[in-house]
């Protein structure tokens, strides 16, 4: 039980372009999802905490903007990089929750 | 603010061996939860671990177990007789109210354990 996917797993991207990822609760309803960043040998950074139905609360420096959440359904989250920058190349993960946090796999994205 | 502190960068112990990975905290609150997540080559995190801070008695899940100090607000993680599929990176993280879903978890900096053959 407390499954969670992401997909896609990875994706290469041009500059200037934008990415969906998606993170679906898999067997239980999720009312809240968390979205996070992680750079090669550190720790996780949350980004933003997604509520169904609601707009996303964002971590201080994170850019609204830019990351575009969206939680539509007690299963599925949204995670939209919009005109992806390499900067912005990352593995990014999310979260759901029942009782505890239950992660999903990650998407590496690589902007060229 | 909330932090937590893993002052242990990197580890080794030897398969069979037992290993304590250190965790320090810091808050104000009196509910929260704490917990042990590990991260393998294959970057899932997986929950290792869950302790509530109500509750006195230590946590344990098979080979892992947990020395919760409250007073010192300190967290350990045990790891009994290693095997080599517990390399990975472990992140101790702290989680207010009673809950613990759906609020944030604040993560330690992680200490990578390599168990050696």
């Known amino acids: 039980g407390a499954v969670v996917s992401q997909h896609p797993s990875w994706v290469i991207c041009k500059s200037g372009t934008s990415v969906k990822i998606e993170c679906r609760s898999l067997?239980?309803?999720?009312?809240?999802m968390f979205w996070y960043r992680q750079f090669p040998k550190q720790s996780l950074m949350l980004m933003a905490t997604?509520?169904?139905?609601?707009?996303?609360?964002?971590e201080q420096g994170v850019e609204k903007d830019k990351f575009l959440i969206n939680h539509a359904s007690l299963t599925l989250s949204t995670l939209t990089v919009t005109s992806a920058h390499p900067e912005d190349s990352s593995f990014y993960i999310c979260?759901?929750?029942?009782?505890?946090?239950?992660f999903g796999p990650g998407t590496r994205l690589l902007v060229l | 603010a909330q932090t937590v502190t893993q002052s242990q960068p990197e580890m080794s112990v030897q398969e069979a061996e037992t290993v304590t990975l250190s965790c320090t905290y810091d808050?104000?609150?009196?509910?929260?939860?704490l917990f042990w997540y590990k991260q393998p080559p294959s970057r899932q995190m997986i929950l290792v671990i869950r302790?509530?801070?109500?509750?006195?008695q230590n946590a344990t899940e098979n080979r892992f177990s947990v020395n919760f100090q409250k007073a010192a607000k300190s967290f350990s993680l045990k790891i009994s007789d290693s095997q080599l599929g517990d390399t990975a990176m472990y992140f101790c993280?702290?989680?207010?109210?009673?809950?613990?879903?759906?609020?944030?978890?604040?993560f330690g900096t992680g200490t990578l354990l390599a168990v050696q053959p």
């Open positions: 979260s759901a929750t029942v009782k505890t946090q239950y």
């Open positions: 067997d239980f309803q999720a009312t809240t």
């Open positions: 997604s509520n169904e139905g609601s707009k996303a609360t964002y």
């Open positions: 808050t104000s609150e009196s509910n929260y939860y």
């Open positions: 302790q509530e801070a109500y509750k006195q």
């Open positions: 993280a702290f989680s207010r109210g009673y809950g613990g879903a759906t609020n944030k978890l604040i």
